[in-house]
């Protein structure tokens, strides 16, 4: 006998990317920042008052809102921080969408969103990207005959790292009836010369949530902080209805504030993924393995048959260097690789070219 609700009994759970155990191995499969947290968050560590811990963390962790709405130039009412982005995502489907209910994102998209739609529930519609992993040009039209309650759009996608113009998510907000969620997780990395925000548009559209997270543009995936941006009337019942209620810890709150207030040290890291990227994409095209244009840190490149992906994967892991790869339809010929720092890129790359030169001597 099972006591699990019989959707939690038919699902199967998220699949986190593998964790070595050796802390030589040069991980590039889960897209985390090569680089540390700022130096002020490692200050902030070490002088955090313990004795402070007997008291419950401030409930909607203040502190860290003031520092993110001075950021964006919005008012502490539009913040919604959480224990991760990912924590965002389950709470806006807690509180948006009823069991049976259409949650819609897009083929291939992050791997967490079926699995919380299967928590909750509901109804999971992909809608599939074009044959350039482009928005397909009636998606207005497929999400109302869908009846989707929810859009969920990461941008920049991934696993390609493609980005959708903020004129165009303006358009989806506009036109769709439904919320629609724009998963920023990868947005720091994008080149500024695109001057690229769609922060502006939640003054426009009460239908719009963004999510954010300090784990990979501020080097702090393991300290689990991310937030959401909204609306007043679209943020409230999350922040004040079905937020667990302390749902941020006190050191993460302090830590977090801290590092969104480095914008200088984060940025330096930006620009240096982005630099080491368009090394990396050369590099991979040189060889032959085609990858796609990225604004995220990460690429996604496509293996030759006559090496195959999951060998490649393999060949990669037994030089000690973890990527993904994903068993998913589209994606059975390519790898996604996050980009690290410049040593680990030059590993990875030099064990590459071994693979491919290997791979055409023994042709
Ligand atoms: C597309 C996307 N969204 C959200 C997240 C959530 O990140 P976190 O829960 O670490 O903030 C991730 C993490 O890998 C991601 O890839």
New binding site residues.
Partial sequence: MTLERSNIAAMQGYAP?EQPQDPTTIKLN??ENPYPPSPEVAAALNSFDVASLRRYPNPVANEFRQVAADLHGLSLDNIIP????????RLMLTTFVAEGEVVATTKP??S?YPVLAAIQDATLREIDLDAQWKLPGDLIQQLREMKAKVFIL?NPH?PTGSLVTSAAIAEIAENFDGLLVV????IDFVDPALEHDCVPLLHRFDNLLI??????GYSL?GL???YGLAAKNLAAPMLFKTRDSYNTDAISQRLAATALASQNYAKSTWDRVRQSREEVFAALNELGLSCLPSQSNFLLCTIPDSIGAPGAYAALKQEGILVRYFDQERLRDKLRISIGTKEENDRLINALTTLCKGNSSAR
Avoid: Q
Avoid at 183 to 186: L, P, V
Avoid at 211 to 216: N, V
């Fill in positions: 990317g889960t897209n959480t224990n991760g982005g990912d924590e965002l995502l998209t992050y967490l990461v991934a998963d920023e997780a990868y999510l954010r997270t300090m784990s990979k995936a689990r902080f991310g």
